[in-house]
């Protein structure tokens, strides 16, 4: 049987994975005024796309990331060896020939996505086409990263993951800076990011061989369920196509319908408040495959760990969304002046309140796709993007940017209530996910969050935080705290012994 994961070790690689995430951010600041400043706008507008590109370059492994994530941690203590072996190969070969595949075409059609798509001016236009196809060549690498990436996080080696993740998101920025410090051609700079990306997969390669080579022992003949990898993978790329047009559908529809000064009246609060994001998907990359595992193997255990899950999210993103909604007219007049502060208020109250009904969504999501039903995650999405796009359109037309925002919180809010719904149907019955009372205090707390939105409230915005903060405060540790966990909270030092016993 496989092992039970430790919440304690839970906890340290979601701390890992959020370092990993965060990382990149630290050398953006740095980098990116003086590439404005070096490249000119055309040419960073092209590194700005690259960037982009090298980004969602994993879109072309199909799901078969995770997809291998799942089947490794979900068969890996009942399967033989060579069985795994042989799934890790044909999954491996699969992802390269898909990556090969993508960025062949991507390499064809770079002139023409250079000069009629993206309009490059005619002096540019050889850099540009000679930047993107030497991204395109760089495309299997990326794919083959993924499933390498996702052999390692079966094995909850987050630790290792991230080694690789903080340096590689650092030298995202300060590579093109090192470069464009000698030459603004966009060749090199292209060059520097391929060599990344390569050495990145290098990387991989190496620590999967060297702490798991039994995975890439040579196994002939054996059945590996290579088709039901794909046809999970196939899922979650659904999701990962539809979930990003949601994501990003306002900024277009506002442009189109309002204006685009609009858009950036909207874009400037959401860019921060979506920050909070890192926090879930730091966490929900960890409890993927300790899911799939202990939901076959124990799932007494998934409970506890999708217990404690909703809860970490709840207690990090609240405080974050209360201040960011009450306080609102501030940190924006802070940052870009009061004109911003007077058109961008309520939207950024509106939106801390999706955003932290999304990131608490997360959990589920991540749940249903442990439990192999990333078909119903795909579904949902599917769903939801032509009703949203209905209101997305209604809403923005008639009241503008906090229409949008209204529209893009409506949707989160439906997305969770339906999610949490969902995963349920995958967990140990009659035990409670939490009890009523937590389940109160979490809608008192949600209600008092949207409050910050009421617009007669505004003079009462400081009392309203306070208020809210206290209530946060007595709630969370009488409420959803167990006795256990408050008394990690008064001796942190305990934390690795009494955890490891949950």
Known sequence: MTASPRLSLLARNTVVNLAGQAAPLAAAIVAIPFLVKVLGAERFGMLSLAWVLVGYFGLFDLGLGRALTHALAQRGGASKPYELSALVRKGLGAM??????????????????????LRVSKDLQPESIAALQILAACLPFVTVTAGLRGILEAKSAFVWVNAIRIPQGLLTFLAPMAVAAFTPALAPLAAALGLLRVAAALAHLVLCMQFYPELFAKAHGVKTGVRKLLTFGAWLTVSNIVGPLMVYSDRFVLGATVGLSAVAYYSAPYEVITRLWLIPTALTAVIFPALSAQLVAEPARA??????????????????TLVLAFLAPDWLGVWLGAEYANQSAGVATLLALGVLVNCLANVPFTLLQSAGRADLTAKLHVAELPAYFALLLWLAGSMGIGGAALAWSLRCAVDAFVLFLLARRYLPKPAPVLSGAQLASVGVLVLLNAAAAVPILAPLRWTLLLVCALLFGVLSWFVLLSPAERQLVRHPWLMKDALSRS
Do not use: E, H, N, Q
Not at 106 to 112: G, I, S
Not at 303 to 320: A, N
């Open 96 to 117: 390269l020939v898909l990556g090969a595949l993508a960025g062949a075409a991507m390499f064809v059609l770079t002139p023409w996505l250079a000069t009629d798509v």
């Open 303 to 320: 409970l506890s760990i999708y217990r404690w899950s909703i809860k970490f999210v709840f207690l990090s993103i609240y405080p974050c």
